[in-house]
T-cell receptor, first 114, second 115 residues
Framework: AQSVTQLDSHVSVSEGTPVLLRCNYS??????LFWYVQHPNKGLQLLLK??????LVKGINGFEAEFKKSETSFHLTKPSAHMSDAAEYFC????????????FGAGTRLAVHP | KAGVTQTPRYLIKTRGQQVTLSCSPI?????VSWYQQTPGQGLQFLFE???????NKGNFPGRFSGRQFSNSRSEMNVSTLELGDSALYLC??????????????FGEGSRLTVL
């Protein structure tokens, strides 16, 4: 069965320092993986997606993620945090072949300090 | 291009009542999916509609239902409300691939409080 584990419920960084949000997945088939961001009192916005093409995926707002099959990981990174990056981030998986639902991680709340 | 619109944004109901939430997708999007977000359970998929038919379904009881109209607008209904139904209900729209592609556009949600 599919599952997604976000390893940190909260991450705090200083503005201008790198961001690392960790995600591990479990999937029986070739997964499609996504990162979504949710700002306070807003809906979710797609940051980036992996669908079996390049393993390094670039998204919006300077974020990128690397798919590592051997580690079953899909960590989200950004070289330099901005105050506007403060939000909750969700790692999401959907399976190939007969997939019928999305599985969301529990979310990681990112705080960015001046 | 207008985004996904959900109404109402906030509502308060009492136990035992029923509620209907509405979602208008982005123009041209034919898939509409619904999600429940709570602090305890996180984000959970409810169901997806495509061309007026339920295409996928999560693990929620039959009190949760939905429908989609010919203009792709969707409604979800929760009957016999329980305290645990208090949540943010999110709607997302997508082109034909829907949740299978994961490329979803979310509305800002309807926040339901059950007293």
């Amino acid at each position: 069965a599919q599952s997604v584990t976000q390893l940190d419920s909260h991450v705090s960084v200083s503005e201008g320092t790198p961001v690392l949000l960790r995600c591990n997945y479990s999937s029986s088939y070739s997964p499609s993986l996504f990162w979504y961001v949710q700002h306070p009192n807003k809906g979710l916005q797609l940051l980036l997606k992996y669908t079996s093409a390049a393993t390094l995926v670039k998204g919006i707002n300077g974020f990128e993620a690397e798919f590592k099959k051997s580690e079953t990981s899909f960590h989200l990174t950004k070289p330099s945090a901005h105050m506007s990056d403060a939000a909750e981030y969700f790692c999401v998986v959907t399976e190939g072949g007969g997939y019928n639902k999305l599985i969301f991680g529990a979310g990681t709340r990112l705080a960015v300090h001046p | 291009k207008a985004g996904v619109t959900q109404t109402p944004r906030y509502l308060i109901k009492t136990r035992g009542q029923q509620v209907t939430l509405s979602c208008s997708p982005i123009s041209g999007h034919r898939s509409v999916s619904w999600y429940q977000q709570t602090p305890g359970q996180g984000l959970q998929f409810l169901f997806e509609y495509f061309s007026e038919t339920q295409r996928n379904k999560g693990n929620f009881p039959g009190r949760f239902s939905g429908r989609q109209f010919s203009n792709s607008r969707s409604e979800m209904n929760v009957s016999t409300l329980e305290l645990g139904d208090s949540a943010l209900y999110l709607c997302a729209s997508s082109l034909s691939g829907g949740i299978n592609t994961g490329e979803l556009f979310f509305g800002e949600g309807s926040r339901l409080t059950v007293l």
